[in-house]
């Protein structure tokens, strides 16, 4: 046991995704009596004798207690070999040159004993029952003062399963004549108890952690008389592959032995193939649906000693790949959304080349399924996020249940300008599970304002006939048409490219009922259309909130931000002559330099950036005004909007970069503290200069390609970064977002992306 394995008093979570239905070996106590007990123990270095004499009817010291509970952890030979580590405690009456002082130095530290007070242990006194069981307890990961405490060891000892007598959950009294033939009941139980959170016992988890060979703890008779092995855990490790462990080495097992079913309703899942060696069995199933809870059997298998066992159960859910999240142009994840449509999702954002379909390729079952072509396959970018796009496929469906592959070509570039996976593509496995396609649906037609009517669809619509305003006619209760001016596709938000605002020339009457007939609009990729239909809707509509201006705040004396209560329109929202602030204590008034617009996350403000010559004073008030602002819509306000604010400071906030982090082998990204300008400067190469140190000389050299993102983000590309070596990136000067402002001659470390 070396001195870095790791502490066993500490909580070790283990994650499963099953339930078991039939637990590992069973230690039943009444079987078992305490010599036999005892005689597990001293096989497994736990328990001491002189002769085969446990001492069974002494009263058991508390530095003896200390050493069987350290010896339990399996940390003995780590304790004596780090003895001097341990030895000095901050107790008086435990000598650094006793015996037990690294025993005691060690739980202490690790917070398995505590003393009678701060400064006394106590070790040769007499240890009690409740003293011990919340050892023992502590050993088991259950933490003293958070899972219990001095007023419930005794029913929590009980509840775990370290004491059987039902007494137990009513006892008070401490036990102040306790044998060592308790402390051998007690860490009996206590390996035959499961770890805190998990479905681990105790002394398997031993094994699990080096201390013990699985033989040497079968033999020791720790699980008392032993029985056939069972299912200790079953996990779906991929979209078709199913691992299970035994409690015990496999010896025999036939194929059609092995069932798997669907929980709830004991469809079967095909098992194609499986192999094994000591304990772990591989199953290959066909494809499993994702979170789906599976209920695998095993009618009849033979253990390594010749036991028979069977049938044995377990509970695993269908696999569920894990989402990728990284600083480098990776596949995220994909999602069937029909038979013949995925959604594939990347960690960068992307542009209009992912639309190319050469760059993917489909297998099924590892062989070629479809080639990337526009034959095949139409690619879309998603409009309600910017990091996916959609694939729909022409001649070809998946089939449920089967595993497919999607290859992504490395030749993919992302919206910062590299390549997937540093060139070398991707794949990634997922199982069709949509046994359907929908149809496109219209799921809800109503007044949203005065004079404008909103049309929700279940899926994308085609952005070219959904914005023909000709599309629509909208009747009203005398059967005469009310001209339809204008239809936007709502292009954000959470129903993006599934929406349409239509504008019109008359406004609604909230009495009345109306109908709109649309003549064809199709889905994305024309599966399938809405043609000539008719939906009735009523005219009324909730209250048109006015647009508002809600809040305004400065943190710094050189931007104020203002928040508005719906979404601007964004050249409205950036024309910086709409605003103007004045201090409520003098005259003065100041236009802003720049304002900059952002919709984001349901939130609307726009940050008024302020020229240098006239800063907030955090002493003053102010008023902010706001006129001619329209919303997205193109809805005026009426009135002249304002808001009092007073600063939180006179400080100046500059430009500072808040992450540099490499994206691929020869680009980094630069994070911004504030928005910055799209300047001359700011995207001069020649402004930055990436430093780094070979053989005791300092190298420097300058980007060849930069790219402006957005206001809070740059790509710098270089010929080639080293993860080897330390870099650290250097600019001459940055401007805000206003001009007005720059800071100069800074620098940064640049971090090795994840």
Same mark, same amino acid.
């Given at each position: 046991?070396?001195?870095?394995?790791?502490?066993?008093?500490?909580?070790?979570?283990?994650?499963?995704?099953?339930?078991?239905?039939?637990?590992?070996?069973?230690?039943?106590?009444?079987?078992?009596?305490?010599?036999?007990?005892?005689?597990?123990?001293?096989?497994?270095?736990?328990?001491?004798?002189?002769?085969?004499?446990?001492?069974?009817?002494?009263?058991?010291?508390?530095?003896?207690?200390?050493?069987?509970?350290?010896?339990?952890?399996?940390?003995?030979?780590?304790?004596?070999?780090?003895?001097?580590?341990?030895?000095?405690?901050?107790?008086?009456?435990?000598?650094?040159?006793?015996?037990?002082?690294?025993?005691?130095?060690?739980?202490?530290?690790?917070?398995?004993?505590?003393?009678?007070?701060?400064?006394?242990?106590?070790?040769?006194?007499?240890?009690?029952?409740?003293?011990?069981?919340?050892?023992?307890?502590?050993?088991?990961?259950?933490?003293?003062?958070?899972?219990?405490?001095?007023?419930?060891?005794?029913?929590?000892?009980?509840?775990?399963?370290?004491?059987?007598?039902?007494?137990?959950?009513?006892?008070?009294?401490?036990?102040?004549?306790?044998?060592?033939?308790?402390?051998?009941?007690?860490?009996?139980?206590?390996?035959?108890?499961?770890?805190?959170?998990?479905?681990?016992?105790?002394?398997?988890?031993?094994?699990?952690?080096?201390?013990?060979?699985?033989?040497?703890?079968?033999?020791?008779?720790? =699980?008392? $008389? /032993?029985?056939?092995? %069972?299912?200790? @855990?079953? +996990?779906? #490790?991929?979209?078709?592959?199913?691992?299970?462990?035994?409690?015990?080495?496999?010896?025999?097992?036939?194929?059609?032995?092995i069932l798997v079913t669907e929980e709830d309703s004991d469809k079967e899942l095909e098992v194609k193939a499986f192999a094994f060696r000591d304990e772990t069995i591989q199953v290959i199933t066909s494809g499993q649906i994702p979170g789906k809870p599976y209920k695998l059997t095993i009618?009849?298998?033979?253990?390594?000693?010749?036991?028979?066992?069977?049938?044995?159960?377990?509970?695993?859910?269908?696999?569920?790949?894990?989402?990728?999240?990284?600083? =480098?142009? $990776? /596949?995220?994840?994909? %999602?069937?959304? @029909?038979? +013949?449509? #995925?959604?594939?999702?990347?960690?960068?954002?992307?542009?209009?080349?992912?639309?190319?379909?050469?760059?993917?390729?489909?297998?099924?079952?590892?062989?070629?399924?479809?080639?990337?072509?526009?034959?095949?396959?139409?690619?879309?970018?998603?409009?309600?996020?910017?990091?996916?796009?959609?694939?729909?496929?022409?001649?070809?469906?998946?089939?449920?249940?089967?595993?497919?592959?999607?290859?992504?070509?490395?030749?993919?570039?992302?919206?910062?300008?590299v390549q997937l996976a540093d060139g070398y593509g991707e794949t990634i496995d997922f199982t069709a599970t949509v046994e359907e396609s929908e149809d496109l649906a219209i799921i809800a037609v109503e007044g949203q304002s005065s004079n404008t009517v909103r049309i929700l669809f279940n899926?994308?619509?085609?952005?070219?006939?959904?914005?023909?305003?000709?599309?629509?006619?909208?009747?009203?209760?005398?059967?005469?048409?009310?001209?339809?001016?204008?239809?936007?596709?709502?292009?954000d938000g959470a129903n993006s490219s599934r929406e349409v605002i239509l504008t019109l020339a008359a406004p609604l009457d909230k009495t009345k009922q109306y109908e709109l007939k649309i003549e064809y609009i199709p889905d994305l990729y024309k599966q399938s259309a809405i043609e000539e239909?008719?939906?009735?809707?009523?005219?009324?509509?909730?209250?048109?909130?006015?647009?508002?201006?809600?809040?305004?705040?400065?943190?710094?004396?050189?931007?104020?931000?203002?928040?508005?209560?719906?979404?601007?329109?964004?050249?409205?929202?950036?024309?910086?002559?709409?605003?103007?602030?004045?201090?409520?204590?003098?005259?003065?008034?100041?236009?802003?330099?720049?304002?900059?617009?952002?919709?984001?996350?349901?939130?609307?403000?726009?940050?008024?950036?302020?020229?240098?010559?006239?800063?907030?004073?955090?002493?003053?008030?102010?008023?902010?005004?706001?006129?001619?602002?329209?919303?997205?819509?193109?809805?005026?306000?009426?009135?002249?909007?304002?808001?009092?604010?007073?600063?939180?400071?006179?400080?100046?906030?500059?430009?500072?970069?808040?992450?540099?982090?490499?994206?691929?082998?020869?680009?980094?990204?630069?994070?911004?503290?504030?928005?910055?300008?799209?300047?001359?400067?700011?995207?001069?190469?020649?402004?930055?200069?990436?430093?780094?140190?070979?053989?005791?000389?300092?190298?420097?050299?300058?980007?060849?390609?930069?790219?402006?993102?957005?206001?809070?983000?740059?790509?710098?590309?270089?010929?080639?970064?080293?993860?080897?070596?330390?870099?650290?990136?250097?600019?001459?000067?940055?401007?805000?977002?206003?001009?007005?402002?720059?800071?100069?001659?800074?620098?940064?470390?640049?971090?090795?992306?994840?």
């Amino acid at each position: 046991m070396g001195a870095g394995k790791r502490v066993l008093c500490a909580i070790v979570t283990v994650v499963f995704c099953f339930t078991l239905l039939n637990t590992a070996v069973v230690a039943d106590s009444s079987d078992v009596d305490i010599y036999e007990m005892a005689d597990a123990l001293n096989k497994l270095h736990i328990l001491q004798g002189d002769g085969g004499d446990y001492r069974l009817d002494d009263n058991l010291e508390r530095a003896q207690a200390t050493a069987l509970i350290i010896r339990m952890l399996g940390k003995e030979d780590h304790v004596k070999q780090n003895a001097d580590q341990y030895r000095n405690t901050k107790f008086a009456d435990v000598p650094a040159n006793e015996w037990y002082a690294p025993y005691v130095g060690y739980g202490t530290e690790h917070g398995i004993i505590g003393g009678v007070t701060s400064t006394s242990f106590e070790p040769r006194e007499k240890t009690t029952e409740k003293a011990f069981l919340k050892m023992a307890l502590c050993a088991l990961g259950y933490e003293y003062g958070e899972d219990f405490d001095w007023t419930n060891v005794f029913q929590k000892a009980y509840d775990v399963g370290i004491v059987t007598e039902a007494s137990y959950y009513y006892k008070v009294e401490d036990n102040f004549d306790y044998l060592r033939r308790d402390a051998v009941r007690a860490i009996y139980m206590s390996l035959n108890t499961f770890r805190k959170g998990t479905d681990i016992k105790m002394a398997h988890t031993l094994v699990d952690e080096g201390l013990f060979t699985r033989d040497e703890l079968m033999d020791s008779g720790i =699980f008392g $008389r /032993i029985m056939p092995a %069972e299912i200790e @855990s079953v +996990n779906a #490790i991929a979209p078709n592959s199913v691992e299970i462990v035994l409690s015990r080495a496999l010896k025999e097992l036939d194929l059609q032995d092995i069932l798997v079913t669907e929980e709830d309703s004991d469809k079967e899942l095909e098992v194609k193939a499986f192999a094994f060696r000591d304990e772990t069995i591989q199953v290959i199933t066909s494809g499993q649906i994702p979170g789906k809870p599976y209920k695998l059997t095993i009618k009849s298998f033979k253990d390594a000693d010749g036991f028979v066992s069977g049938p044995v159960d377990g509970i695993f859910k269908g696999y569920m790949p894990m989402q990728v999240m990284s600083d =480098f142009f $990776r /596949i995220q994840k994909v %999602e069937q959304t @029909s038979l +013949n449509v #995925i959604d594939v999702y990347f960690t960068h954002p992307l542009n209009i080349s992912s639309e190319n379909p050469v760059y993917y390729e489909l297998f099924r079952n590892g062989s070629l399924f479809l080639t990337g072509s526009s034959n095949n396959m139409t690619v879309k970018k998603l409009q309600s996020v910017p990091n996916a796009v959609s694939i729909y496929l022409k001649n070809g469906v998946f089939e449920p249940g089967q595993v497919y592959t999607l290859r992504v070509s490395g030749k993919l570039i992302s919206g910062y300008g590299v390549q997937l996976a540093d060139g070398y593509g991707e794949t990634i496995d997922f199982t069709a599970t949509v046994e359907e396609s929908e149809d496109l649906a219209i799921i809800a037609v109503e007044g949203q304002s005065s004079n404008t009517v909103r049309i929700l669809f279940n899926q994308e619509v085609d952005p070219v006939w959904a914005g023909k305003r000709l599309n629509y006619t909208v009747y009203n209760a005398y059967k005469n048409a009310v001209e339809v001016t204008q239809a936007v596709v709502t292009e954000d938000g959470a129903n993006s490219s599934r929406e349409v605002i239509l504008t019109l020339a008359a406004p609604l009457d909230k009495t009345k009922q109306y109908e709109l007939k649309i003549e064809y609009i199709p889905d994305l990729y024309k599966q399938s259309a809405i043609e000539e239909r008719t939906v009735q809707f009523a005219g009324s509509y909730a209250s048109t909130k006015e647009l508002e201006l809600t809040g305004a705040v400065s943190e710094y004396a050189n931007y104020v931000v203002l928040q508005f209560n719906k979404a601007l329109d964004p050249a409205d929202a950036s024309d910086y002559s709409k605003y103007v602030i004045r201090s409520t204590n003098s005259s003065a008034m100041v236009i802003p330099r720049k304002a900059y617009y952002s919709a984001e996350n349901g939130k609307f403000t726009v940050k008024l950036y302020l020229p240098a010559y006239s800063p907030l004073d955090r002493k003053d008030n102010y008023i902010v005004y706001v006129s001619n602002l329209r919303d997205s819509l193109g809805k005026g306000n009426t009135s002249l909007l304002r808001r009092e604010f007073s600063p939180k400071s006179n400080d100046i906030i500059k430009p500072e970069i808040i992450d540099a982090v490499t994206i691929s082998r020869d680009s980094i990204k630069l994070l911004f503290n504030m928005e910055i300008a799209f300047n001359q400067t700011n995207i001069n190469v020649a402004n930055y200069v990436l430093e780094y140190e070979q053989d005791g000389e300092v190298i420097r050299t300058v980007p060849i390609g930069i790219t402006y993102v957005d206001p809070v983000t740059v790509i710098l590309r270089f010929n080639e970064l080293d993860q080897s070596l330390e870099y650290r990136l250097r600019f001459n000067k940055i401007y805000d977002y206003s001009e007005e402002y720059d800071t100069t001659s800074s620098s940064t470390s640049v971090r090795w992306g994840r």
